[in-house]
């Protein structure tokens, strides 16, 4: 999408068919501008794909049997091959570059190229209104052109995120999942209406682009997200909440440490380390010393990210009769890459051979936390490392 040139061109050999009434006729009529005789005219007009094969310009003899392919597609099943349309401008421009004299007469016959990005962008924005796999790839190019900063492009996906009402869904959804190319506050209302339509498809997204813009007034509303029936909306509630930080979440969140599905479980536990605070760390410890999942890896790194005040206590529990808690210990421990946990770490390396209920070793588990210890630690001492890597 950097070469705006080629980008315009190949749009405007896709949309030359659109600007015509017959497209037989434009063909033909891009032939007869190209100054070859009028029999080779016909006889590419006819489907004949060797119309001008003695024809010393290898621009010229492509160009016609482009064209000559084209309209064989047409007289066959009366459709117009976009792919082959597509070519049919570039090569005519060339063919006009190559014979200077003929670039006057085609330039007539093809009319005026698109005048850049802007032309480009505003075709992929009208095309949002086309057909369900026009509007796919119209959306897909939109964003590419965001990506570049072109201001119309934002403006478009602007339009387009601003009402779920009037979207496909999967239009709808592409949009939003990089809303942080344009979103900013004029879309809270818009975004506010889609997550109170709980039963649209995706109201997912709505609570992630809220999160991922800051809008605080939809924290009630996400929070009512927790009770959907789909897994996949419970799991992004969870991860939207983390995102916007509100700890009156938390009694909610807490809850669906329960959740029946995995993932959900997971979500949860991770936005509760996000949202920090006694009463999160509280719901964390209770479900990971209870042991109610033995599938409880997510508690480890969840309770980890409440730092140093909670080594001391996790070390605690490396005395705990449950092998599985003493497993689910370790690897919280490791997730800390706290120099108290490491001599400790090391002594269940050595010594803890007992058994989990899933099969492993509480040393496994222990030279997995180790493992996790030092990769962290590295991370922190590489050079340039930001706080915010240092946490990932």
């Not at 032939?31 to 005789?37: V, W």
């Not at 809220?210 to 605080?216: I, R, V």
């Not at 909440?241 to 979440?249: K, N, P, T």
Request: net charge negative; with cysteine; proline share 7%.
């Amino acid at each position: 999408m950097t070469d705006h040139r080629d980008a315009v061109l190949r749009l405007w050999g896709r949309q030359l068919y659109e600007r015509q009434g017959t497209p037989p006729a434009w063909a033909e009529a891009v032939l007869g501008a190209a100054g070859r005789p009028p029999a080779a005219v016909a006889a590419a007009m006819s489907g004949r794909l060797d119309a001008l094969a003695d024809d010393p310009s290898g621009d010229a003899r492509l160009l016609f049997r482009t064209v000559a392919k084209l309209a064989a597609n047409l007289c066959a099943d009366g459709l117009y091959d976009a792919d082959v349309g597509t070519r049919i401008g570039p090569l005519a421009l060339r063919l006009g570059e190559s014979e200077p004299p003929l670039a006057g007469p085609l330039g007539d016959a093809l009319g005026p190229p698109p005048d850049g990005p802007a032309s480009l962008v505003t075709v992929h924005a009208a095309e949002l209104r086309g057909a369900r796999a026009t509007r796919l790839r119209a959306i897909d190019a939109l964003l590419e052109w965001a990506q570049l900063g072109h201001p119309q492009a934002l403006t478009a996906l602007s339009e387009v995120a601003a009402d779920h009402r009037t979207q496909d869904v999967t239009v709808w959804t592409k949009a939003l999942n990089r809303i942080d190319l344009f979103g900013d506050e004029s879309l809270e209302p818009g975004l506010l209406r889609a997550l109170a339509d709980t039963g649209h498809g995706g109201v997912r997204w709505s609570a992630l682009a809220c999160a991922a813009l800051g809008f605080h007034r939809a924290v009630p509303l996400v929070t009512a997200l927790l009770e959907h029936p789909d897994p996949m909306v419970r799991e992004g509630a969870c991860e939207a909440l983390g995102l916007l930080g509100d700890r009156a979440a938390v009694p909610a969140l807490a809850a669906l440490l329960d959740d029946e599905i995995h993932w959900v479980r997971s979500s949860a536990a991770r936005a509760l380390g996000e949202l920090g605070g006694d009463q999160a760390l509280a719901a964390l410890w209770l479900v990971m010393t209870e042991r109610r999942n033995p599938k409880a890896g997510h508690l480890a790194s969840a309770v980890a990210a409440f730092g140093p005040p909670v080594v001391d206590d996790l070390i605690a529990l490396t005395a705990d009769p449950d092998p599985d808690l003493r497993a689910l210990v370790a690897r919280a421990l490791g997730a800390t890459a706290d120099d108290r946990a490491l001599p400790v770490l090391e002594r269940l390396v050595a010594h803890d051979r007992a058994g989990t209920s899933l099969g492993g070793l509480v040393a496994t588990a222990a030279k997995q936390g180790l493992r996790t210890a030092h990769r962290i630690r590295a991370r922190r001492a590489a050079p340039g490392r930001s706080s915010e890597e240092e946490a990932v």
